[in-house]
């Protein structure tokens, strides 16, 4: 194994086209570098003629579709790759497209979230979201762990710049959450876990939270590894 290992967060949506634009790009890069471990060096890569942001059944489609064409070009020379929407879009299709792991955030969150707990509950962006993660759950075979999904109704695009709010609806829903007995929380939202407020949450709750870029990016670094020990 070299002795710099390459993953790639990518973005299946056009991120640089979105508010912030290469600003937001660079931030969320700066954010998975940080929480990267030695030797691994995390590249952000979006699909220009994606969705701004994705928040339907019909926007994963369309975002799932565009990652399987630009991605077997787009992770060349890499040891993982992050699909950077909760949603896990394409994910199935895109492991078998290129030879190296591919994450998804959702299955790796959600994952992680049963080892630390019995009971998930899952905090989301808007309602028409909810469908789709728990089309998701069902998927994972993790229904019997997830007592249900709830949405703190803030749009993505607007997550960043209503911050507080957007922390005081994860409290109010996540307690929702522990009271319909959770004892554990999860994101399910990329771009809620690149605000970092995952620990605020936790603790204002006293209940684990999950933070779904972390889960996926050190996910991501546990495959490397292992591959490199297995070789």
């Known amino acids: 194994m070299n002795d710099t290992?390459?993953?790639?967060?990518?973005?299946?949506?056009a991120i640089s086209a979105a508010p912030g634009g290469d600003a937001e790009v660079q931030r969320?890069?700066?954010?998975?570098?940080?929480?990267?471990?030695?030797?691994?060096?995390?590249?952000?890569?979006?699909?220009?003629?994606?969705?701004?942001?994705?928040?339907?059944?019909?926007?994963?489609?369309?975002a799932a579709a565009g990652l399987l064409e630009v991605l077997p070009v787009a992770t060349e020379g890499l040891e993982a790759t992050v699909i950077g929407c909760f949603g896990d879009p394409g994910l199935r299709a895109a492991r078998r497209l290129v030879k190296i792991p591919v994450i998804g955030p959702a299955q790796a969150s959600l994952h992680v979230a049963a080892q630390m707990g019995d009971r998930i509950g899952l905090l989301t962006v808007v309602d028409a979201v909810i469908p789709v993660l728990q089309e998701l759950v069902d998927e994972y075979r993790l229904s019997q762990s997830v007592i249900g999904v709830r949405a703190v109704n803030v749009p993505v695009l607007r997550l960043r710049a209503s911050r507080e709010e957007v922390i005081e609806r994860m409290v109010f829903e996540g307690r929702r959450c522990i009271d319909d007995g959770a004892d554990v929380l999860v994101l399910g939202c990329m771009t809620m876990g690149f605000l970092d407020v995952a620990e605020t949450v936790q603790e204002e709750l006293g209940t684990p939270v999950v933070n779904p870029v972390l889960a996926a990016l050190?996910?991501?670094?546990?495959?490397?590894?292992?591959?490199?020990?297995?070789?």
């Open 5 to 13: 290992m390459r993953i790639c967060y990518f973005v299946p949506g």
């Open 28 to 62: 969320r890069q700066t954010y998975l570098q940080s929480h990267a471990g030695d030797g691994i060096v995390v590249e952000i890569r979006d699909n220009p003629d994606g969705p701004p942001s994705i928040e339907s059944a019909a926007e994963e489609q369309r």
């Open 218 to 231: 050190h996910t991501a670094e546990m495959f490397v590894a292992l591959s490199g020990a297995n070789s």
